[in-house]
């Protein structure tokens, strides 16, 4: 760690790894609640299971990137982040306002929330990722707009990179299309149409710069190549990303009751999404072999690598598999959709979080450049439980998503949709195990920063 002030991301990532395995436990709980339909009832409803599970994700990964930038945006800058003081108070208030809310949906009827919120005054409730209280999502803009302040002042204050530059488009991205949570029209269209500029624009367009800074950063210290040459890849693939991303989004316009020519459009540009993945593996793999040194943090350089591989399978290839309208047409809300989220959500903004996290948290605790040979074993354990889980995890629910496809919706004789659950049953206690799985690596993944931390350093 060169400067003092990288240290407010400390509590950032270890409360963002607390809030990745919540999620996974209500991950579980709702797997079993598919096959064992009564499970925790009336305690922990499917439908509060669900908002929790997603919500969770979203604000472990927003942890992550926030301490993503407050480890890497001092030693891009050369100079002491501009208020250490601040970052942590917008840590502690992000944090209560996020337990508030999860506590919210666990013990109070979603209804009365609302009420209890004061929603009636600006109605921003009831809608899939963005459940959030009005209060809440007025909490995470004052949080948003704090931490853009103080990362900026540091930027301007200091050299300026292109990894900064990137990472600072991609977060001013995240904060200003966060707005549009608070347009709620009447019109259910129009309301579809603008709720993507949220939920669409993070996750395929700004988001995708952030993965992309975070990773050119960790590849710069762990590989030693030039960073003339990791900027230009950046360059071309934040390019390619924001291009495809923001057209593309048109591939959620097939049936909502936009113009037809959405259709042709989303097709096209959502076709070419996996492009700029690709190029990120390509990327990645080049830099490690092109490395001037073998850095004695082995684990970081394997999540950088399983990073650009699984943001490619999950983004580009499951994405690519359902994302043309003809397709689009019969698959359109079935576990092919889940498949592809989790996936690409794990692939490419859960793993570049643990990839950061692997990188910086060593020198966190201490160290001069990466955790004991003992420690990096069972690291590496967790990262492959976890990502061949994850892949398990994605076959089985493409292997319900095709028979729930056929079944309900392409056969002569569509069955009713709970009759095709039924028949899905195998798929999803196979998913279940493979979540087990994952959990247990989640849990060597925390174990491993505590093995072997009297031992030297060592590749």
């Not at 049936?255 to 959405?262: F, L, S």
């Not at 450049?369 to 493409?398: D, P, Y």
């Not at 496809?405 to 039924?422: E, H, I, K, L, S």
């Not at 493979?434 to 690596?441: E, R, T």
Request: some cysteine; proline content about 4%; glycine content about 8%.
């Amino acid at each position: 760690m060169k400067y003092q002030s990288q240290a407010v991301a400390k509590p950032y990532f270890v409360a963002a790894i607390g809030l990745f395995v919540a999620q996974i436990l209500f991950g579980l709980i709702m797997g079993l609640q598919y096959v064992i339909g009564d499970f925790l009832f009336p305690e922990i409803p499917f439908n509060v299971a669900r908002m929790v599970h997603t919500n969770l994700l979203i604000v472990w990964i927003l942890f992550g990137f926030m301490g993503a930038a407050y480890y890497l945006v001092p030693e891009e800058s050369e100079c002491e982040l501009f208020s250490p003081k601040l970052a942590l108070l917008m840590f502690w208030i992000f944090l209560a306002a996020g337990a508030l809310t999860i506590l919210g949906y666990l013990l109070v009827p979603y209804a009365a929330l609302a009420e209890l919120t004061g929603n009636s005054l600006l109605p921003t409730m009831g809608r899939e990722f963005l459940e959030q209280p009005t209060i809440t999502k007025i909490g995470i803009v004052i949080v948003a707009l704090a931490f853009l302040f103080n990362i900026g002042m540091t930027v301007l204050k200091g050299r300026k990179t292109v990894i900064t530059l990137v990472l600072l488009l991609g977060l001013t991205g995240l904060a200003v299309f966060f707005l549009f949570s608070f347009f709620n029209p009447d019109n259910l269209v129009k309301d579809k149409f603008y709720w993507w500029w949220v939920v669409h624009l993070w996750v395929e367009g700004v988001w995708e710069l952030i993965l992309g800074a975070i990773l050119a950063f960790v590849l710069i210290k762990t590989t030693g190549v030039d960073r003339e040459v990791i900027e230009k890849w950046l360059y071309v693939i934040i390019a390619l990303a924001l291009i495809t991303g923001i057209i593309g989004t048109g591939h959620h316009y097939y049936w909502i009751g936009t113009p037809d020519y959405w259709q042709w459009w989303g097709s096209i540009f959502s076709a070419m999404e996996p492009l700029p993945f690709f190029m990120m593996t390509v990327f990645a793999f080049n830099m490690v072999n092109q490395r001037r040194r073998n850095h004695p943090n082995q684990a970081a350089v394997l999540w950088a690598l399983g990073t650009a591989v699984m943001a490619f399978l999950g983004a580009g290839v499951w994405g690519f598999l359902h994302t043309l309208s003809p397709v689009n047409y019969y698959t359109h809300g079935t576990q092919i959709t889940a498949a592809h989220g989790h996936m690409a959500f794990y692939g490419a903004y859960a793993m570049v979080v643990l990839t950061i996290i692997s990188y910086a948290m060593p020198m966190l605790n201490g160290r001069t450049a990466a955790n004991s040979g003992k420690s990096q074993v069972v690291e590496m354990w967790s990262f492959w439980l976890m990502t061949v889980s994850m892949v398990f995890i994605t076959l089985f629910l493409t292997g319900a998503g095709v028979l729930q496809t056929y079944m309900q919706r392409y056969t002569d004789n569509p069955q009713p949709f709970m009759v095709v659950q039924g028949r899905l049953e195998l798929f999803y206690w196979m998913r279940e195990v493979a979540g087990l799985v994952f959990l247990v690596g989640a849990v060597l993944y925390i174990i491993s920063f505590f093995v072997g931390g009297e031992e030297p350093e060592q590749a």
